[in-house]
């Protein structure tokens, strides 16, 4: 397993949650990690996005002062913490590793950048 999310849940409108994504095998050490979510009978969409050196971070403007993406270098791992949720973000969630530093030519909110995929985690929010 290269890439594994945990922490979706149910949760109220207005509440949080955290992600959190653990890398191992060839996904440890890639040049960045981002995530992106995939409601139902929509295409998958851009959430954030980090590089591990140097912790910079991008995000969908949609989603900017609500969501922040944050690392563990320690952990090999990254977070997802979600804030003020509203129904509309209820989807799966998917954390991806860029090991070949791809997002360097596509951008880090392309999901062409990403060689490595976790198996997503569930995150439904009620209204």
């Known amino acids: 397993v290269q890439l594994q999310a945990s922490g979706g849940g149910l949760v109220r409108a207005g509440g949080s949650l955290r992600l959190s994504c653990t890398t191992s095998?060839?996904?440890?050490?890639?040049?960045?990690m981002g995530w992106f979510r995939q409601a139902p009978g929509k295409e998958r969409e851009f959430v954030g996005a980090i590089r591990w050196r140097n912790g910079v971070t991008y995000y969908a403007d949609s989603m900017k002062g609500r969501f922040t993406v944050s690392r563990d270098n320690a952990k090999n791992t990254v977070y997802l913490e979600m804030n003020s949720l509203k129904p509309e973000d209820t989807a799966v969630y998917y954390c991806a590793a860029d090991s070949r530093s791809r997002t360097i030519e596509t951008g880090p909110r392309s999901s062409a950048g990403y060689d490595y995929w976790g198996q997503g985690t569930l995150v439904t929010v009620s209204s």
């Open positions: 095998g060839r996904a440890f050490g890639s040049f960045a």
